[in-house]
């Protein structure tokens, strides 16, 4: 991944449920162009980090065996919609609780909130994936032990 956007992990549920945050600020790179004196966080990365965060919260939920461990590619973006802006300044509060699973596929429901209102919402499906590659296992190991850092979870992150 080259864009990170979710900085910490506040509550998780394998199987459930998953919280956490996304702080937005005048130095995320995409909202100098995004507008000129007016900047607004994009949609579509707001999706991002609820694909993000959801695609965790399925890996922790199907990821109990270490000699099998699969990674969640997102497959649908399904009912998107979005309520307000999201400016610098603002936190963006990220929850996604599953919705279904199958044996290679699960669906989260998505929403992002910003002091407590609604901002964007959507239904996101992911298909679990053999990924033979220790580069992309150890990245998403590092990655999670720091979104997670202050939950200090009680099981192994895959």
Known sequence: MRFFLVDRVDELKP????RGVKNITLSDEILQDHFPENP??????IVEALAQIGGFLIEVTFNRDKDNVRRAVL????EAKFYEPVK????LELRCALSSTLDDAAQV?????????????ATLTFVMR???SDKVHQQRR?????????????????
């Not at 610098?88 to 936190?91: C, H, L, S, Y």
């Open 109 to 121: 429901e998505g929403e992002a909130h910003v002091r407590g209102r609604r901002v964007a919402r």
């Open 40 to 45: 607004v966080f994009p949609g579509t990365l």
């Open 15 to 18: 199987g459930e449920i998953v």
């Open 142 to 158: 590092e990655i999670y032990k720091i979104w997670t850092r202050e939950l200090k979870p009680e099981f192994p992150i895959l």
């Open 75 to 78: 497959g649908q973006i399904k």
């Open 88 to 91: 610098p300044g603002d936190q």
């Open 130 to 132: 053999t990924v033979v």
